[in-house]
């Protein structure tokens, strides 16, 4: 079993910035992959981006130039920081982590873009 634990959601206003955490734990493996999705009411979730445990990532094109993923192995830790914020960027955001056998989803963070 892998827990995921997520914070750092939030309340901002547009053109502010947030940085979501996700913390794992359990039975992780040295080769994994972490990301974010998000689901905003009425819509499917969404990938936001990726990360390989060897540094590759991934976005989603409405988000490149304004989101970065990051991580560290160290701690079982990815990291989203979210800048340039925009009201379609309001969802609920969920980390996943897979190790291209397994996958586990945290609870989600609330992030709300409003004025």
């Known amino acids: 079993q892998v827990q995921l634990v997520e914070s750092g959601g939030g309340l901002v206003q547009p053109g502010g910035s947030l940085r979501l955490s996700c913390a794992a734990s359990?039975?992780?493996?040295?080769?994994?992959?972490m990301g974010w999705y998000r689901q905003a009411p009425g819509k499917q979730r969404e990938l936001v981006a990726a990360i390989s445990s060897d540094g590759i990532t991934n976005y989603a094109d409405s988000v490149k130039g304004r989101f970065t993923i990051s991580r560290d192995n160290a701690k079982n830790t990815e990291y989203l920081q979210m800048n340039s914020l925009k009201p379609d960027d309001t969802a609920v955001y969920h980390c996943?982590?897979?190790?291209?056998?397994?996958?586990?989803w945290g609870q989600g963070t609330q992030v709300t873009v409003s004025s």
């Open positions: 996943r982590y897979s190790d291209y056998v397994r996958e586990y």
């Open positions: 359990g039975m992780i493996k040295s080769i994994n992959i």
